[in-house]
């Protein structure tokens, strides 16, 4: 799915309340083989820049750099430059923590707020394995389903894709990574005007 091939960049910011499996999710799509066992060595993030290429889903690959930010925690908000330059967002929360997913709201309408009536695409992650860094006891099965229903709702009434993922398995994050690429890079459009390209074709052949 990924390839190290430069071409047209598409701006991802991933973003979500601290502790969620951001950083997780980006480097196990890049291949650094991330494991349970290597959670425990996770430091907070600042922020970091990846470059990926990734598929399509057309046969083609297109070049996305995503960012990582640092997590989120309380009533902080997501920095204002942050919402000004991205081409999409990845919103991850941990299906566990309800706190994580009311946290995504609030992201989202900052973000309506600043696109300026251009389309940004916005997808949601549930992360199944996200870090456990709460004082509280573990949802039960029965919890996890609510807060999971919650988020279909909420994504089916703002028009936004909800995927679940794993950050421990990286096929889970071929098809939401995959999507989120075409939509930034669209096939283009043929022409309207048949004999226009005919007459294109023939001088492209003469000029051979």
Excluded at 17 to 30: F, P, R, S, Y
Excluded at 65 to 85: K, N, S, V
Excluded at 112 to 130: G, S, T, W, Y
Excluded at 146 to 163: F, G, L, S
């Amino acid at each position: 799915m990924l390839n190290a091939k430069l071409g047209k960049v598409g701006k991802v910011l991933v973003c979500g309340m601290k502790g969620v499996g951001k950083t997780a999710i980006i480097e196990q799509l890049l291949g650094f083989n991330w494991k349970d066992s290597t959670i425990g060595e996770l430091h907070p993030t600042i922020e970091d820049i990846y470059v990926a290429s990734v598929d399509t889903g057309r046969g083609a690959r297109e070049t996305l750099r995503i960012y990582d930010t640092a997590g989120l925690q309380g009533e902080q908000a997501l920095p204002r430059h942050y919402l000004q330059f991205p081409d999409a967002f990845v919103l991850v929360y941990d299906p566990t923590d309800p706190r994580s997913l009311d946290m995504l709201a609030d992201i989202k309408t900052d973000i309506d707020k600043h696109k300026e009536k251009k389309e940004i695409p916005v997808i949601v992650l549930a992360n199944v394995r996200a870090r456990n860094i709460k004082d509280s006891s573990p949802a039960t099965p029965n919890q996890v389903e609510v807060i999971m229903d919650r988020a279909n709702t909420w994504c089916q009434r703002e028009r936004i894709k909800h995927y679940t993922v794993n950050a421990m398995e990286r096929p889970s994050l071929y098809e939401p990574f995959t999507a989120l690429c075409a939509r930034l890079h669209p096939p283009p459009t043929k022409s309207t005007f048949p004999q226009l390209r005919q007459v294109m074709q023939n001088r492209q052949k003469s000029e051979a």
